[in-house]
């Protein structure tokens, strides 16, 4: 199954006001680990970034001149996502963008639908606990200490361990390995515990003689069962 989760950064919160998206960051999931394949653009909003913006994720507009409009990259963009299911941390708003962004185009929007909202995944998972992307990183021991701002595909990037983390992949039990022993990580609390635990080797799934004889002898006590009529 492959989805995409994708973050976005803009110069305000709202793009009725006249707001734009000023970078884009996805990262692929196939069966819900990330393959490697991202896709990453800087865009130039067209408009200048607010300066307590600029604090939020480093973007200025010198930066920000030289970069390509969203039209440019539109195509390209929607090609990577495809019509797989998208992962977003609180989906309405970068969807919000998105749209306005392909509406300018005459482009079909992303329907709210094919998203999966990992703020709302949290928020049912822990009521009443934090629920930004900071503190899903601690609850679940994931390092973000190189996340000094806010950044599309380092969000992006996060947020596919969280989701993992969400729908409990990142769980002791899902480790394979064929070793002795598998040393695990798993999270007490907001700190990670190691676990070793011992290597039990896989039991054959073939009834023996002797199996098939006593199952046999236990089915011929039974009274009609269904299976044999």
Known sequence: MREIVLDTETTGLDPAAGHRIVEIGC???????????????????????P??????HGLTNGFLADKPLFAEIADEFLDFLAEDPLVIHNAEFDLKF????LARLNKPALPSARATDTVVMARRRFPGAQANLDALCRRFGIDNTHRDK??????????????????????PGLQLGQGKTADLA????????????????????????????????????????????
């Open 27 to 49: 990262v692929e999931l196939i069966n819900h680990l990330p393959t490697g394949k991202n896709f990453h653009r800087y865009l130039n909003p067209e408009r200048e970034v």
């Open 51 to 56: 300066d307590e913006v600029v604090r939020i």
């Open 98 to 101: 998105l749209n306005a962004e």
């Open 150 to 171: 806010h950044g599309a595909l380092l969000d992006s990037e996060l947020l596919a361990e969280v989701y993992l983390a969400l729908i409990g992949g990142r769980e």
């Open 186 to 229: 798993v999270t007490a609390g907001s700190a990670p515990v190691a676990v070793t635990r011992p290597f039990r080797a896989p039991r054959p799934h073939a009834a023996s003689p002797e199996e098939e004889a006593a199952h046999a002898a236990f089915i011929a006590k039974l009274k009609s069962p269904i299976w044999l009529s």
